[in-house]
């Protein structure tokens, strides 16, 4: 392990500039989390080195802005806004919809804005996000997949050696994933399940390193999720391919789930004949509150029999303060890891630190990878009808440890049926780095 990532910090963040503006774009449920994280680390991390941060936001809601801290200036709109302050950074917390229209307006009337830390995805459509790159490269930029600072990745990754040695090597055979909720009832504006893939995507992309994926087949259900919500593809049955590895993706998303769903299980063959899986779980109830859940099974090939080696809820969270100062969470690790890689010079940015945040590539490219699901993909079969609340359904892949060694095997032997080997450029063209250390394992990834 390299040292702690807050040594680094008062060691080489010497920022000529020690005021900054932030705006906050929306108040509402993310944006207010984003506000209170952004307050603690000016508190606690930057104004011990000096730097101090004078935080805005706008939301057109006057509900949202009266539950603001009085220390945060509200913003009925961006004309407002940018009239009365000139933003160093922006946070967009907007809705999808509003991103390309919000960023165009900040581009135009702030042209010195320096860093834009934003909520996934960059825009709706990939077309829009290619019009903004010119400026977004002028920038900072940090996209928030927020699963991805989860702390189960550390934990996986102190493990894997010592297991990869101790099953005689380890290598992939398949993921699958399911990630959805019900949102019957949400009359949001929404652009479907291309949204809430996003996360578990980029966790195959990014986490486990095999990155460029694309969707072999599928099939999908568009229509309305309510009344008043948007006709979109609100749920998806598919297999993708990672085209650095070769690897297969079974990936089934919804909203129409019967309640809230986050898992990926990463299968892996085994040298001593074994075959393991690393059951990830995210946003489940643990003591009381939201946890994320580490187990790791090993499956006997002869007789489906699993035997659980680890059943783990890791909460160590790193966010490059000293342990402790911050509040554990993943939107307080996304924004003081994002400002502390801004505030320090490129030269002496941390690979460790910045191997955890999606820069714009990143964010280009996981885009790229999830607006393959939409109605004009000849590769997905959709058929239109609209959502019926009543009548909610369960994802296809639940955890292995509920299934009979029948349906363990079968599973296994889906995966191992669409095995390909790696392409020949699978060694290059990636954008994305390794992150935390798990792609540094290379028979594993």
């Known amino acids: 392990m390299s040292k702690p990532l807050h040594d680094d910090f008062g060691a080489q963040a010497r920022p000529a500039q020690k005021h900054f503006q932030v705006l906050v774009l929306g108040a509402g449920v993310m944006g207010q989390r984003h506000i209170a994280s952004l307050i603690e680390i000016a508190d606690k991390v930057l104004a011990p080195q000096g730097i101090t941060l004078d935080i805005a936001a706008v939301d057109r809601r006057d509900d949202m802005l009266k539950v603001l801290p009085a220390r945060v200036t509200p913003f009925a709109d961006m004309d407002s806004a940018l009239a009365a302050q000139k933003p160093d950074i922006a946070v967009m917390a907007f809705n999808d919809d509003q991103h390309i229209s919000a960023f165009r307006k900040l581009f135009a009337e702030r042209p010195d804005l320096q860093a834009v830390l934003t909520e996934k995805p960059l825009t709706e459509h990939l077309r829009e996000a ?4 010119p400026e977004l490269r002028k920038r900072y930029l940090s996209m928030n997949t927020v699963v991805n600072f989860s702390p189960v990745f550390d934990r996986l990754t102190e493990m894997m050696p010592s297991i990869d040695a101790a099953h005689g ?4 055979i398949g993921f699958e994933a399911i990630w959805g909720k019900n949102r019957t009832a949400d009359t949001r504006p929404s652009i479907g399940v291309p949204s809430e893939s996003v996360h578990a995507l980029s966790i195959i992309s990014d986490m486990f390193g095999h990155a460029r994926l694309s969707l072999e087949q599928g099939a999908a259900k ?8 948007a006709d979109v593809i609100y749920e998806i049955d598919s297999t993708f391919r990672s085209g650095k590895t070769g690897t297969p993706v079974l990936f089934h998303a919804s909203y129409v789930f019967d309640s809230q769903h986050r898992k990926v299980t ?13 059951e990830l779980d995210f946003d489940v109830k643990h003591n009381g509150q939201n946890a994320d859940r580490l187990r790791i099974h090993r499956i006997d090939r002869a007789s489906g029999a699993i035997e659980t080696l680890v059943d783990e809820h890791p909460s160590e969270i790193v966010n490059g303060a000293a342990p402790g100062l911050l509040r554990a969470d ?14 320090t010079p490129p030269q002496k940015r941390a690979p460790a630190l910045a191997a955890r945040l999606s820069n714009l590539d990143a964010a280009l490219e996981v885009q790229a990878e999830v607006e393959q699901i939409n109605p004009q993909n000849r590769l997905l079969r959709v058929s239109e009808m609209d959502a019926d609340p009543k ?16 349906a363990v095997l079968a599973r296994l032997a889906a995966l191992e049926s669409l095995q390909k080997p790696a392409p020949p450029h699978a060694l290059h063209g990636s954008h994305r780095a390794a992150k935390k250390g798990l792609v540094e394992i290379s028979r594993l990834f």
Not at 169 to 172: E, F, H, S, T, Y
Not at 266 to 278: E, F, K, P, Q, W
Not at 330 to 343: E, G, K, P
Request: proline share 3%; glycine share 14%; hydrophobic share 40%.
């Open 130 to 133: 290619r019009e903004l790159e």
């Open 222 to 229: 568009k229509g309305y999720l309510s009344e008043k919500a």
């Open 330 to 343: 993943r939107i307080t690790a996304f924004n003081s890891l994002s400002m502390i890689d801004f505030l």
């Open 391 to 406: 009548a909610l359904g369960k994802p296809k892949y639940g955890s292995i440890t509920e299934a009979g060694a029948d």
């Open 169 to 172: 090597g380890l290598k992939p």
């Open 266 to 278: 990463a299968y892996y063959g085994a040298g001593n004949g074994d075959a393991l899986a690393v």
